[in-house]
């Protein structure tokens, strides 16, 4: 029996491509159950004072998160897709029981290591799926469509476990979700998914990608990818910077809030607010990009990123908290999913899964410096000013993409930026 031929693109592929959107929600609302809640968790239950010390939890997932990124690419090339994703939905099945039950602090950092482990496995294999099925034309519409689903579920998470909280407590009933969350996405990813591997693999062949992709090694595509490409690298330092104000705004956000007299149902709202969003706005930022480049999106949304902080610091109300929420979403919106629409145009498909697991570790190692160095200067010069100097990095990282980035976009008809081998 004869075999239909590969087809890319998202109309040719809705199918399978719609189930893997579903799926990347369930993999954003895991982490969105602790968006609004963990932070005023580790302060009322487990008594920690120092900013360091709360924000330890978005490092320690960070740390986890970015290192299973960088061996989630690699894994997705050698052993396939499904498998590497099914992997991670079965490591967070614990994690709603430890946040619920956990009887020290340590616990709950387990949890999140966990939690980083799963979210790397999960996360970077959707994203890698659905690139692998969009291929050339149609992918920053591809990224804001998974990327949309996974904030967007972070928001609706976010705001229902505040909501739980304010009603039944902290713990446990809030986390009960969580592990509802977890075997759905199991069943779906066993269930419902098929492997994409091939796609990549038929996309190589074609006319853009004449020349075979010579063998590379991890250390050889975390270089170029690191430092020697100027786009590879200019948009790594993007998502780092990036995901260090979010792992910022994670942690201390709600305490900014809580110190301005905001009670917790109303801070569900506010941290529901960036995350949905960005969420909404990356289906028309991802598109756009399709057709106007990635460039502009990218230097323009870390400098509405840094507007929007800004804003957030300077504001003591509900009214102000929201706009500077809403700015922030904007703005991430802007560059999220057009920073991975870019590692798509510049690497190629037999080197993809690879490099964006690369990118994927640098951007995440964001969330743990973001902890580290807010945390830390929270506790030196105060939650305000430590907000003001993430500011002033995510403006200057706007600058980098800015001098050092050229556009990305790929064009067939031009043999304009031909990916790299």
Known sequence: M???PLKLGLRENFGQFSLLVLVNAFV????????????????????????????????????SKAC???????????????????????IVLPVPFLLMFAPSWGWILGANVLLGISQGLTW???????????????????????????????????????????????????????????????????????ETRQYAAYESTLAQYQKTAQKTSLKDIFSRTSIGDRNLSSISQAGLVNNLNDGMAWGLFPLIYASAGIGLPKIGVLVAIYPALWGVFQLITGYLSDHLGR??????????????????????????????ASLLGIGTAMVYPVLL???????????RSSTVGVYRFWRDIGYAVGAVLAGVMADIIGLYWAVWIVAGITCLSGLIALVRMGETLASSDT???KPIH
């Open 2 to 4: 004869q075999t239909a």
């Open 28 to 63: 954003g609302a895991m982490v969105g159950q602790e968006r609004s809640i963990l932070p005023i968790i580790a302060e009322h239950d487990f008594s920690l004072t120092a900013h360091s010390a709360i924000l330890s939890f978005i490092a320690v997932f960070g740390i």
């Open 68 to 90: 299973t990124n960088l061996i989630a690419g690699f894994s997705a090339d050698l052993l396939g897709r499904k498998v590497v994703l099914v992997a991670g939905w079965i």
């Open 124 to 194: 970077s294999t959707t994203v890698i799926m659905k690139i692998d099925l969009v291929g050339v034309k149609q992918r920053g519409l591809g990224m804001g469509l998974n990327e949309f689903a996974g904030y967007f579920a972070v928001s609706g998470s976010a705001f229902i476990s505040g909501y739980v909280a304010s009603i039944y407590g902290l713990r446990p009933a809030p986390f009960i979700l969580g592990a509802g969350y977890a075997v759905i996405g199991l069943l779906l990813s066993i269930f419902t998914i098929r």
């Open 295 to 324: 460039k502009f999106f990218i230097v323009w949304g870390m400098w509405i990123q840094a507007i929007a902080l800004a804003i957030t610091v300077s504001s003591a109300d509900f009214l102000g908290f929201a706009f500077g």
């Open 341 to 351: 629409a870019a590692i798509g145009d510049v690497a190629h498909p037999a080197l």
């Open 415 to 417: 043999g304009k930026n």
